[in-house]
């Protein structure tokens, strides 16, 4: 089973300035990588790789691993619509790996930017996320939000054992005994009969009387 794991980053002035520009060169590229691909009519990641890695390599200054995750937004977004060429916004979020995105000790991230190469930026959390840590697995989206950045992790968790019954119990629904069990008792409809009539001359009654309290209790 998978959720998703929100750690806000803090990153320093120089750091978020670095942040920002990765975002935005990121997502340029990402751009590229989807109008090379329609225009080309061709969706799929090994087919825009061969149109657009090299270009975005030498025009964008991305690394390896984040060309590939630039081209990989671009087939994302065509896989949910392939009728016209996304355009995305320069604050738009990046898809971070494993080899681009680890974490240290004393809660920091160690993120890659393009000009700043790795950088170490602190991170802090809540009860909640303190707890989930150590099962951060995969992907982690970095996210620009109301002036702040935040990491959205996957974590994993074991898929919980099914329930294994020890024992049973057989049901028989009826209409004059509403349940008869495989022990042998019986369940009968005498005291729902009761209340169902009782209120029904309850409704009658209030019914005629028309008063203010009356509805109410209607």
């Known amino acids: ?8 980053l803090l990153p320093d002035e120089q750091q978020a300035s670095l942040l920002l520009d990765t975002m935005r060169r990121f997502n ?3 751009t590229f990588a989807a109008r090379a691909g329609f225009k080309a009519n061709v969706f799929s990641q090994p087919s825009i790789h061969k149109l ?6 030498r025009d964008f200054g991305l690394s390896a691993q984040l060309a590939v995750r630039a081209i990989g937004k671009a087939c994302e977004a065509f896989a949910r619509n392939k009728t016209f060429c996304p355009v995305f916004r320069p604050d738009g979020a990046i898809t971070y790996d494993e080899r681009i995105l680890s974490f240290k000790d004393c809660h920091q991230a160690s993120i890659d930017t393009i000009k700043g190469g790795r950088q170490r930026i602190p991170y802090v959390f809540g009860a909640y996320q303190a707890t989930r840590l150590d099962r951060i697995r995969g992907q982690s989206d970095l996210v620009y939000r ?4 935040y990491l959205y992790c996957t974590i994993q968790f074991d898929e919980p054992p099914p329930v294994e019954p ?5 049901i028989d629904l009826g209409i004059v005994r509403l349940a008869t069990d495989s022990t042998g008792e019986s369940f009968s409809g005498s005291d729902i009969d009761h209340n169902h009539k009782r209120r029904a001359t309850a409704r009658k009654q209030y ?5 203010k309290n009356g509805c109410q209790k209607l």
């Open 52 to 57: 657009a890695y090299f270009e975005i390599r």
């Open 146 to 149: 109301d002036g702040k950045f």
């Open 28 to 30: 340029e590229a990402a």
């Open 1 to 8: 089973m998978k959720l998703t794991l929100q750690l806000q």
């Open 207 to 211: 019914q005629r009387r028309g008063t």
């Open 166 to 170: 020890s024992d049973w119990l057989g």
